[in-house]
Structure formats: structure tokens, C-alpha cells
Nanobody, 128 residues
Framework: QVQLVESGGGLVQAGGSLRLSCAAS????????MGWFRQAPGKEREFVAA????????YVADPLKGRFTISRDNAQNTVYLQMNSLKPEDTAVYYC?????????????????????WGQGTQVTVSS
């Protein structure tokens, strides 16, 4: 079992930046591949970014590349999502998710069904 708690959301003007954090507790954090998803009102939850257990492999959804970066600090049991040049369409609830992998170098995928554990979400609102 792993418990996830997101933080760092808030209200920001278009063009601004935010860094989201997801703190994990429970079993060995590096055994878990992590992901970030987001859900805007009336829309499906969508994939944002993923990172392997050792942090050596990352993937950001194509439309977000160049603006969003995922990273992790296994000593702090935390995964981060750095969001730059924010746009109003980035407004959503952002969720972190975890799934265990036998190999710490392996990413989880873009499908939310691959992830077993979820945080409660943090709201990001980007004003125009």
C-alpha cells in the first residue's frame, strides 16, 4: 500500500508557473512508477506525465512537452510536476498516481487503469 498526497495547486495567471508535489508514504517509494493525470470539469481524466521508479525514464504527454516536467526525489518520497507557461486550458484537478513495477527503470503507461493508487487531487486554476 502507498498513500499519496498532492500539494502546490492554486490560482495563477496565464504565463505563470506552478510546481506540484506528491508526497508518498508506505512501502518503498522507488518500487513505484509514478504518474500525473488531470481532469477538467466535464472532461475525462487525462494523462500528463510519467516517471520510472529510479527517475531515469520520464515521459510527458506530447501536447505538454516543453512546458511540463516530471521529476522525483526518492530520498524525500516525493514526485514533482513543474508546470511553466501555463494556459487557461491547463485548469484542472491534478492527480498523482502510483503503480508497482518489478524493475525500477520501467515506466508505467498513459492509461489510468494501470495505476493502483491515487491521491485526492489538487486544483490548478489558470486565469487569462
Amino acid at each position: 500500500q502507498v498513500q499519496l498526497v498532492e500539494s502546490g495547486g492554486g490560482l495563477v495567471q496565464a504565463g505563470g508557473s506552478l510546481r506540484l508535489s506528491c508526497a508518498a508514504s508506505g512501502r518503498t517509494f522507488s518500487n513505484y512508477a509514478m504518474g500525473w493525470f488531470r481532469q477538467a470539469p466535464g472532461k475525462e481524466r487525462e494523462f500528463v506525465a510519467a516517471i520510472s521508479g529510479n527517475g531515469g525514464s520520464t515521459y510527458v504527454a506530447d501536447p505538454l512537452k516543453g512546458r511540463f516536467t516530471i521529476s522525483r526525489d526518492n530520498a524525500q518520497n516525493t514526485v514533482y510536476l513543474q508546470m511553466n507557461s501555463l494556459k487557461p486550458e491547463d485548469t484542472a484537478v491534478y492527480y498523482c498516481a502510483a503503480t508497482q513495477r518489478l524493475r525500477r527503470s520501467v515506466l508505467a503507461g498513459t492509461n489510468r487503469n494501470e495505476y493502483n493508487y491515487w491521491g485526492q487531487g489538487t486544483q490548478v486554476t489558470v486565469s487569462s
